[in-house]
């Protein structure tokens, strides 16, 4: 098939393409490297299967008319976005262009030429959990941040192009991801930052109490679940999540990963406002409508992040 893959050179955008590329999809690759790395897509570079990477934005829509009229794609996986909440509070109008206009202009593309969009949201959007049930695609959303309400607006519009004209689109709302390719600087994920800091020998700060809780998911599960919801349309027209199914506070996630009490510290939270402080996923939509389910436990997960920020010299 042919597929544009938004956001590709970035850190969960390259194990998606990297996938289809093994499946043997002829694949465009759209990103402004705003985020992005080229080499995290260097090991594809000479693949018959990456017809183009192109380094260009989603908000240049001369330039997606031209794709799409060039190429009509069958599947557009949208990742291409601003995803740090930080900079969402600081700045939102980047993240409201980016998150929202982008993926209409990205949208109306797929209009014209029938394109099933894959819209990748984040389980930010949701409130807290309030019990051990975790949370399913029912529980109540809150926009807590201006990333959380950009990425809320984008569903919305992704959803009615279903509704109003039959487009095939779907919403999916991962968990906390993590692995191999996520940055290990301050704009990273938790779990990045705290193995590069344990393997530097330097302490793990821990913004608020450490009480809130995150259900991490693997960066390969993600991948498999993004795919697959672009290949069935059991999900067109739905909202699905996809998590661990564990929740782990950040206190037991710094001392899983440093074992050593004296190196853990505690300072004040940069945004408490918009912190949500359990995340539990429920994943049962997935596993009954494309028979997904996460296979990498914490565990194993973090063994193999930890090897490759040691190994990958791209920290
Ligand atoms: N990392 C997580 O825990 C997580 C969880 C759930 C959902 N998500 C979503 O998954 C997607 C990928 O996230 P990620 O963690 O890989 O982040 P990332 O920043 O590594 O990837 C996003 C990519 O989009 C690119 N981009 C940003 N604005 C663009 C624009 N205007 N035009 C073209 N490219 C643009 C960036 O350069 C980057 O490569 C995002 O939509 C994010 O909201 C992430």
């Known amino acids: 098939m042919n597929i544009l893959l938004t956001g590709g050179a970035g850190f969960i955008g390259r ?6 590329l093994e499946e043997g999809h002829q694949l465009w690759i759209l990103d402004n490297l705003s985020n992005g790395r080229e080499v995290n897509i260097e090991e594809f570079k000479d693949h018959p299967g990456l017809k183009q990477f192109i380094k260009g934005s989603i ?77 399913n695609e029912l529980h109540p959303t809150k926009p807590a941040s201006p990333y959380a309400g950009a990425k809320v607006a984008a569903e919305n519009m992704v959803l009615s192009y279903y509704h109003a004209y039959g487009l095939p689109t779907v919403v999916i709302r991962p968990f906390n991801t993590y692995g191999p390719f996520q940055k290990t600087g301050g704009e990273g994920g938790v779990v990045a930052i705290f193995l590069k800091n344990q393997l530097n020998g330097m302490d793990l700060n821990i913004y608020g109490e450490g009480t809130q809780t995150r259900d991490l998911l693997f960066v390969e599960d993600c991948a498999r679940f993004v795919i697959a919801a672009g290949f069935s349309s059991s999900v067109d027209g739905e909202i699905v999540n996809a998590g661990l199914g564990q929740d782990i506070s950040i206190n037991d996630l710094a001392f899983e990963i440093v074992k050593d009490k004296s190196k853990i510290k505690h300072v004040k939270h940069i945004h408490p406002q918009s912190e949500i402080q359990k995340l539990l996923s429920d994943s049962t939509k997935a596993k009954q409508l494309i028979d997904w389910e996460p296979k990498v436990s914490l565990s194993e997960g973090l063994r193999r992040t930890k090897e490759w920020i040691e190994t990958s010299g791209l920290i």
């Open 59 to 135: 908000l240049d829509e001369t330039l997606l008319t031209d794709l799409f009229q060039e190429n009509k794609y069958e599947i557009c996986y949208h990742l291409a976005a601003s995803i740090n909440v930080q900079d969402s509070i600081d700045d939102p109008r980047t993240t409201f262009n980016n998150d929202t206009i982008g993926t209409f202009y990205v949208l109306e593309q797929c209009r014209r030429y029938n394109t099933k969009v894959v819209f990748m949201s984040t389980c930010m959007v949701y409130d807290r959990s309030l019990d051990n049930l975790g949370i």
């Open 15 to 20: 194990w998606v393409a990297k996938q289809l």
